[in-house]
């Protein structure tokens, strides 16, 4: 779960640095090294991309020596006694990890991931000092609008797989050739096979100025932002940003909460007595966020050196650490599996691990921590047009009587009836569905 700073004065807590610098030829640092190669045909839009554009082309090929070494590791795991409750309150499950865990040590295929990742047009570019990978996949129709797409943690690319096809092919997915959209999926700095930090200040107003930067090396003067997480706070400061051709952004994560809501709920006061019922359910959630489930980013918040051991040394460690929050932001009662297969949040968790990235990923959140603030915090956005989809087990269900506060120019507010925080992993369809509505009048 990401937070971020409001670049027109109110803060917000998580979205700082991160990022890290990746040379030559794509070489990450140990375990894991991924390889460029050729991609058939460019992806671009028009003939070529912009002059200089500096884009090469990259695919992944995890050494087998790293998998058996993932294997190994997992076998030498020196396991914690079984939790004292009978409930998910003092976090993973021994008897939820054991299995998930077998099944990565042996069953489990890197590979197919591998192969499904190198399947999508993938590029290496470097903006700014800094190495960021994406994938960019054009529509076959005529007309599509391009969009920017953006994961959060503890994601990656792997989690708007799903949603790729319903919005870049529409027709095939019960919509409209004119609803078609072009993607590019850039990946995080810090995270996946983009660069790794060597210092701070790959802030969330830095990487939207490169992935704005990137939009127009592709060849994309006018475009729309969406994501949610830590793609949701990018898509916000770059509406604040208001860069020549950002048509407008959609987010599955929004900042709404005004100030005088998030003292109380920081300092874990009961509800004010004047809240509607959709404001009251809204500050129930993110009073049990802030009481019950701040201690993951409150560690990354204050000491993300000292959890980067954990991450990096231990993959049971940070699966464990990933799968807390799956169970916890998954609209699935606790039980993630029930949404999401054990190949599918292994694909997940692998990303971190073979990139290592445990590290360089956490710090993006003490970064953020500097500027103080919260993750929720209202971003005021006057004129640019903003889409919202809030899905109900998000972790806190924002209602549009907040948004309407903070958000000028609102083209699309709907609270849909399935789904949680990772919108595009667990209801793809349902999110494609709701992008092509929220742009609609954009085009």
Do not use: C
């Not at 100030?259 to 006061?269: H, K, P, S, W």
């Not at 309407?404 to 949680?420: A, L, P, Q």
Request: hydrophobic share 40%; proline share 7%.
């Amino acid at each position: 779960m990401a937070a971020h700073e409001n670049t027109t004065g109110r803060r917000r807590f998580l979205g700082l640095a991160a990022a890290g610098v990746v040379a030559g030829q794509v070489a990450l640092s140990a375990p894991a090294q991924a390889i460029t190669g050729r991609v058939a045909g460019w992806t671009g839009a028009g003939e070529a991309p912009r002059p200089g554009a500096g884009i090469r082309p990259f695919r992944i090929k995890v050494p087998q020596a790293e998998l058996n070494e993932l294997r190994r590791r997992i076998r030498a795991t020196r396991w914690p006694d079984r939790e004292t409750v009978g409930n998910r309150t003092q976090g993973a499950q021994l008897a939820k990890m054991r299995p998930l865990m077998e099944y990565w040590g042996s069953g489990y295929d890197w590979r197919t991931l591998e192969r499904r990742l190198n399947d999508l047009p993938q590029y290496i570019v470097e903006i700014d000092g800094l190495d960021i990978q994406f994938a960019h996949i054009r529509s076959p129709h005529a007309g599509a609008m391009p969009m920017l797409m953006t994961h959060g943690w503890p994601g990656s690319i792997v989690e708007l797989l799903k949603v790729i096809d319903p919005l870049v092919n529409p027709t095939a997915h019960g919509g409209r050739a004119e609803d078609a959209f072009h993607l590019v999926l850039p990946t995080l700095p810090g995270y996946g096979f983009s660069g790794k930090p060597t210092g701070p200040g790959w802030n969330f107003t830095r990487i939207a100025h490169a992935f704005h930067e990137l939009m127009l090396r592709l060849g994309y003067p006018e475009y729309v932002s969406q994501g949610g997480d830590h793609g949701a706070i990018l898509s916000e400061v770059l509406a604040v940003q208001q860069p020549k051709g950002l048509l407008g952004i959609h987010v599955n994560m929004p900042g709404t909460v005004p100030d005088d809501i998030l003292r109380r709920v920081r300092n874990f006061d009961p509800a004010p007595t004047n809240l509607s019922a959709e404001e009251k359910r809204a500050y129930d959630r993110l009073l049990h966020f802030y009481r019950d489930g701040f201690g993951y980013a409150a560690m990354m918040n204050q000491t993300p050196q000292t959890i980067a051991y954990s991450l990096t040394d231990s993959p049971v460690g940070m699966a464990s650490y990933y799968y807390d929050k799956f169970a916890e932001w998954t609209d699935s009662g606790g039980q993630p599996e029930k949404v999401l297969t054990y190949d599918e949040m292994l694909d997940a968790i692998s990303m971190y691990w073979l990139t290592g990235t445990g590290a360089s990923s956490s710090r993006l959140y003490w970064e953020g921590a500097q500027a103080g603030g919260g993750p929720f915090n209202a971003v005021s956005i006057p004129k640019l047009p903003v889409a919202v989809t809030v899905f109900p087990s998000e972790i806190y269900p924002a209602p549009r009587s907040w948004g309407e506060r903070t958000f000028g120019n609102i083209i699309h507010w709907n609270e849909v009836d399935r789904g949680g925080h990772f919108a595009a992993w667990e209801q793809p369809q349902l999110l494609a569905e709701e992008l092509r509505t929220a742009f609609r009048s954009l085009r």
